[in-house]
């Protein structure tokens, strides 16, 4: 079965980092995209971070660019996004995902599969 288990949020004060860990498990062959999104209450999801799941070139929303990383040291190791001088608009639910073709990776039309999500609460 395909799973996504995310874990460390927290809640933080404004200037203070966290890094979110996803444990990823099962994917068939077809899926070679894993990304980062979040959803405040009220708003809409936002795409953060993404890159394909084997490395390469990442890509970030321009709300985190230079102050979030996503990073991943193998196809079978956890996916994490390092988050440094966290603000009080980056609190929201923290969701990995992993897919396929479709899009730029920073939509959720190319993520099959999703996570549980984890809460960041910055103050």
């Known amino acids: 079965d395909v799973q996504l288990v995310e874990s460390g949020g927290g809640s933080v004060q404004a200037g203070g980092s966290l890094r979110l860990s996803c444990v990823v498990s099962g994917f068939p062959y077809t899926v070679y995209r894993v990304g980062w999104f979040r959803q405040a209450p009220r708003k809409t999801r936002e795409g953060i971070a993404c890159q394909n799941l084997r490395g390469g070139r990442a890509y970030y929303a321009t709300s985190v660019m230079g102050r979030f990383t996503i990073s991943q040291d193998s196809a079978d190791s956890p996916l994490y996004l390092q988050m440094n001088a966290l603000e009080s608009d980056d609190s929201a639910m923290y969701y990995c995902?992993?897919?396929?073709?479709?899009?730029?990776?920073?939509?959720?039309?190319?993520?099959?599969?999703w996570g549980q999500g984890t809460q960041v609460t910055v103050s």
């Open positions: 995902a992993a897919g396929g073709s479709g899009g730029s990776c920073l939509t959720s039309q190319p993520y099959a599969y």
